[in-house]
C-alpha cells in the first residue's frame, strides 16, 4: 500500500453539451480525490479507440450505462490499492486489462475517464493544479487559441465542406488579449452575417461557430472572417486556419473529393489549397487529405509553406505517428486523448511529436462538458497551441480556466507556441 491507494472508482452517466449520454469518473484515495468527465467527438476518425454505447432504446442507443458498469465491475477490482501517483502503472494495467489496441474490451470512453481521473486525483494527492502536476516546475506555456468562428462538416449544418474556419490571434501578446480581440471579432460577424444573410445565419454550431446560410465555399468563409477582423482594426493582427476534416468529403470508390461542386482528385485538391495559401493569410491546415493518405500528406507538407495538422491520420497513436514521421505527412499533431485511451499513450504521442520537430495543438472535442482538465493538459504539456471551440459554457470555461492559469503564472508565463511553427 502507498499513503495514496486508490481506495475506489465510481462512474455515472451525464450529459454533454448536445444533450448525449458521456461518462463521469471518480476516483477516491485517502490523499485526495479526483473526478473527470469524458468528452465525445461526432467527427470520428477510422482510427480512433473505440466509443462503448448501449444500442438500445434508451437516448436512441448511446446510453453509457455498459461503460459505467465496466468502470465499476471491472477496472475498479483491478487497479483498487494502486498508487494514483504512477499514472504510467495505472495506464499499463488498463491497456493490458482491455487487451485490444482501439479498446475494444472495455471501450476507449470507460478507459479514458479513469485515466483522467487517476490523473486528477494524483494532483489533489500531491496538492498541485493539475497543469503544474503533469508539466513540473517549469509548466508556464500558455497555448495559442485556434477560434473556429465559421462552421461546417459534421459540426454543422449545410452543405460547408471545411469543419471549422478558424481565426488565429498571432498578434496577442496573451490569452486574455487573445480572448478579447476574438470575442470583438465574433461580435462583429455575426453583425456581417445578420445583415447580408439573414438573422437564421447566426445560428451556432456544436462548438459555438456561426453557420451561415448559403455560405458554402470556404474562400466565402474566410473573406468574412477577414472582413470582420478588419473591421475591428485588427489587420495583420490574426492569421487564418481550417479543420479540413476531407476524409468526410472524400469517396473512396473513385477517389475524389466532393468540394464545391466538383468531383477533384488529390491533385485537384492540392491546387485548391496552394490557391487558397497564396490568396488568404492561413498558417495552419488540418486534414488536408483523406485519413489513409499519408503519401499525399507528405506531398502537401513538401508544397506548402503552413502548419499540417495530423488528426484523423495520427489519432493521437504513436504507431501512426511514426507512420507519418517516417513518411514526412504533416507538421503537427492533433492531441485528443480520447483518441487513444490513456494519459500515458497520448503523452508518448507528444513527446515522439516534439523529439520529431512535430508541433502539438490540443483539442476539444465537439461534445464536452464544463470539465477543465483540457486547458490544465495544454499548459502541462506545454503545447503551445490549443483549440476548443468559441462560445457556449463547455468552451469558453477552457478560456475562463486558461485566464486563471495565466493570472497564476504572472511574470513568468510565455504565451503562444515555440519556434516558428506558425511563421508565414
Known sequence: MTDAPIDAITAREILDNRLEPTLRVTVETPAGTGRADVPRGRSRGAYEAYDRRDGDDRYRGLGVRDAVSAVEDRIAPELRGRDVTDQRDVDAALVALDGTDTKENLGGNAVVGVSLAVLRAGAAATGLPLYRYVGGADAHVIPLPFFDLIEGGELAGGDRPFQEHQVVPVGADSVAEAVRWTAEVYYELGDILRSEYGA?????????????LGVDDPREAFELECRAIEACGYDGEFALAADVAASHFYDPETETYDLCGEAMTRADLVAFYENLVDTYPIVSLEDPLDQADFAGVADLTDRLDVQIVGD?????????????????????LLWKINQVGTVTEATEAARLATRNGYAVQVSERSGQTPDTWLADLAVGLGAGQIKTGVTRGERTEQYNRLLEIEADLDGVATFGPPGDALDR
Not at 437564421?200 to 451561415?212: I, K, L
Not at 484523423?312 to 507538421?331: K, M, N, V, Y
Open 200 to 212: 437564421a445565419s447566426c445560428n451556432v454550431g456544436d462548438e459555438g461557430g456561426y453557420t451561415p
Open 312 to 332: 484523423d491520420l495520427f489519432a493521437t497513436t504513436p504507431d501512426r505517428l511514426r507512420t507519418g514521421i517516417d513518411h514526412g505527412a504533416g507538421t503537427a
